[in-house]
């Protein structure tokens, strides 16, 4: 299965953009690019998801490089209750059942 | 709003006792999951469901057991619980077919089950 890698942590100041990283060097051409937060005590919840054009809903955006081999999560003004641990998973091959592989995340810290 | 519902937030069992989990989903969903949250390892599958009364192994299998008798129920099972299964229990559910990769998962609260 493809991997990703993303930041142990990350910091950042209320009411200011966080762009959080994530490599993906071997993604295929069939893999969705998913990104998953979890706050504390709580299951993770989706973000956002996206193939190969950048993607905008109302929590975040997504920019994907042209390559594909890494893409960055955007919060656009952090809020306290951003404070999470956000995942970056790639929704691997087709025929595959939609297995959820998750990494160690990059946990976000938003300062007042 | 829909839902993933994990029948317990906490839940305290003893060595050797039987231990159910239970999950239900009101999406109509195909695929459902289990996972297990440990500090330092992160999220782990243990066991899948794409159709009632399948089932496949993810990664760490030993020790448990799962049943889905209907569509919206997933239940996982510790045969004889053990410390080493204290944990963060997580159940998950997908649309199935091609649409997981372009579709969103949902997860429950989890269940939070230490084993004395």
């Known amino acids: 299965d493809a991997k990703t890698t993303q930041p142990n942590s990350m910091e950042s100041n209320e009411e200011e953009p966080v762009h959080l990283p994530c490599n993906h060097s071997?993604?295929?051409?069939?893999?969705?690019i998913h990104w998953y937060r979890q706050l504390p005590s709580q299951g993770p919840e989706y973000v956002i998801h996206g193939l190969t054009s950048n993607v905008n809903n109302r929590m975040a955006s997504l920019a994907i490089a042209e390559d594909r081999k890494s893409s960055t999560l955007i919060l656009h003004r952090a809020t306290l209750r951003d404070a999470a641990v956000y995942y970056c998973?790639?929704?691997?091959?087709?025929?595959?059942?939609?297995?959820?592989?998750f990494g160690k995340g990059t946990k976000l810290s938003v300062k007042p | 709003d829909v839902k993933v519902t994990q029948s317990s937030r906490y839940l305290v069992k003893r060595t050797g006792e039987k231990v159910f989990l239970e999950c239900v989903q009101d999406m109509d969903h195909e695929n459902m999951f289990w996972y297990r949250q440990d500090p330092g390892l992160g999220l782990r599958l243990i066991y899948f469901?794409?159709?009632?009364?399948?089932?496949e192994k993810g990664d760490i299998p030993e020790g448990y057991s799962v049943s889905r008798e209907k569509k919206e129920r997933f239940s996982l099972i510790l045969e004889s619980a053990s410390t080493n299964q204290t944990s963060m229990y997580l159940c998950a559910s997908s649309l199935g077919g091609g649409a997981p990769k372009r579709t969103e998962a949902f997860f429950g609260q989890g269940t939070r089950l230490t084993v004395v």
């Open positions: 469901s794409y159709d009632v009364k399948m089932k």
């Open positions: 998973i790639l929704r691997d091959s087709w025929g595959s059942q939609g297995n959820l592989i």
């Open positions: 071997t993604i295929s051409g069939t893999d969705y």
